[in-house]
């Protein structure tokens, strides 16, 4: 029985893995893509502060060409899969390790055990809350501003960007520690969250149509 689930696991990994494979190369859909959160899409953010919410060190990232960068998975975070899904060419840096041109492109915020409240997950050590990540991304556009030239140029630009601030609903993943979804399952979250194959999956609409308004 423990070698049907292991069977039936790797095919479907396997076949996620096939359809993204599939995913035309083209144009970016919308220019930028920001990115806020904790450890379910931390992408090395929490590499840079002294913290004990950490995944750069095996086994985390043994699928993830590179290895270990941060992203509390074996491979993928969902919102590396929406990136290429939305046609970048590479993911969306993390803010610690962005400045300049890159941030033309959209970086992420995202931080593990950070949430909304300042003292959410202080039992781990560093970690950027939501209101930090929110001072961040204002820093990120003053950038942005005098990278444009000025203010109505970059309000045009952001317009058009995508934003992602994912919510924790953790009991309904494949779990690749005990709390962090598989890149099999993020996978399968980023493509119907890019589009959607019930209402269930994204509300009130899914991330290709926004990203075609």
Do not use: K
């Not at 970016?28 to 904790?38: K, S």
């Not at 750069?56 to 060409?65: C, E, L, Q, R």
């Amino acid at each position: 029985m423990e070698l049907v689930g292991r069977l039936a696991c790797l095919v479907a990994a396997a076949a996620a893995a096939l359809a993204l494979a599939t995913v035309a190369r083209c144009d970016p859909q919308v220019p930028c893509y920001f990115i806020f959160g904790d450890s379910l899409v931390d992408n090395g953010n929490n590499n840079y502060i002294v913290s004990l919410a950490r995944a750069n060190y095996p086994p985390y990232g043994i699928d993830f060409a590179g290895g270990p960068s941060g992203r509390f998975t074996n491979g993928l975070t969902t919102v590396d899969v929406i990136a290429q899904l939305l046609g970048f060419d590479n993911f969306i840096p993390p803010y610690a390790a962005t400045g300049g041109d890159q941030l033309l492109n959209g970086v992420n915020f995202a931080s593990a055990a950070a949430g909304i409240r300042a003292e959410t997950g202080q039992q781990l050590g560093g970690r950027i809350p939501f209101a930090g990540q929110v001072q961040n991304y204002q820093t990120a556009v003053q950038t942005l501003v005098n990278i444009l030239g000025d203010r109505d140029t970059a309000s045009e630009r952001l317009s058009q960007c995508i934003f992602t601030a994912p919510c924790a609903n953790r009991d309904q993943h494949i779990f690749w520690d005990a709390f962090h979804p598989s890149e099999a399952a993020n996978i399968i979250v980023g493509r119907r969250s890019y589009r959607a194959q019930s209402p269930n999956d994204a509300y009130p609409m899914d991330i290709s149509t926004l990203a075609s308004l």
